[in-house]
């Protein structure tokens, strides 16, 4: 479901109120230039959960997963409580913080509810996102979050579909490369497959904690 400009306002109003929340733009590189530049988050801003009303559908996304395999979204999220997050393996602060959050979190729920989370991280960076680095990536982080990597265009669209900005990796002359990507956890519910809320960057492994067990029984949190 494509969000009206209205729609857009509201979510980035709600955003900016909650945390100060803008595009993170992160940098990387293989030399030794500067590693990160990071326009999102204020030092000093608290992070929220965004409920979204009316909730979004979830995107038709089909890309490839870390083991090399074609992997369609909707059809193989369908009736999991699904968290989903679109970021990249070479940046050096918001995407690995997030990750790491969440797999905390995650490993405190029972071994049944754990069964049925599903967790999918989405690469903004294609081209040095290979199957193989994300599942060496995502391995130290949690193995059972599902990685998935392929058409830019496809990511890009699948990402504005639901208020995430999402912009092409820009490469500089002394070798670094930013990529600019939203840095909100969007949560789909089992009981409709469709999106009732995001948390913003900055959500803290307790918050998570807290929340997940009600996630994954259909509620909103």
């Not at 590189?29 to 009303?53: F, N, Q, R």
């Amino acid at each position: 479901m494509q969000i009206t400009s209205a729609r857009r306002a509201g979510v980035a109003v709600a955003l900016a109120a909650a945390s100060g929340f803008g595009l993170t733009a992160c940098g990387g590189s293989s030399g030794d230039g500067p590693v990160a530049v990071v326009s999102g988050p204020t030092a000093s801003a608290e992070p929220g959960v965004i409920p979204l009303d009316p909730p979004d559908a979830k995107p038709e996304l089909a890309l490839t997963d870390q083991d090399g395999h074609r992997y369609d979204l909707v059809e193989q999220t369908a009736g999991h409580p699904t968290l989903l997050y679109f970021g990249y393996t070479h940046c050096p602060d918001v995407c690995p913080t997030t990750m790491a959050d969440i797999a905390l979190a995650a490993r405190k729920l029972p071994a049944a509810e754990r069964q049925k989370l599903r967790v999918v991280f989405v690469s903004t960076d294609p081209d040095r996102d290979t199957p193989e680095r994300i599942k060496q990536w995502l391995g130290a982080v949690d193995p059972h979050f599902v990685g998935l990597t392929g058409d830019f265009t496809a990511v890009q669209r699948a990402a504005r579909s639901l208020g995430v900005g999402v912009s092409p990796p820009v490469k500089h002359k002394d070798g670094t490369e930013t990529v600019s990507h939203g840095a909100e956890v969007i949560v789909f519910s089992p009981k409709d497959d469709k999106a009732h809320l995001l948390y913003t960057s900055g959500t803290s492994e307790q918050r998570y904690t807290a929340d997940l067990p009600k996630i994954v029984n259909g509620e909103t949190p």
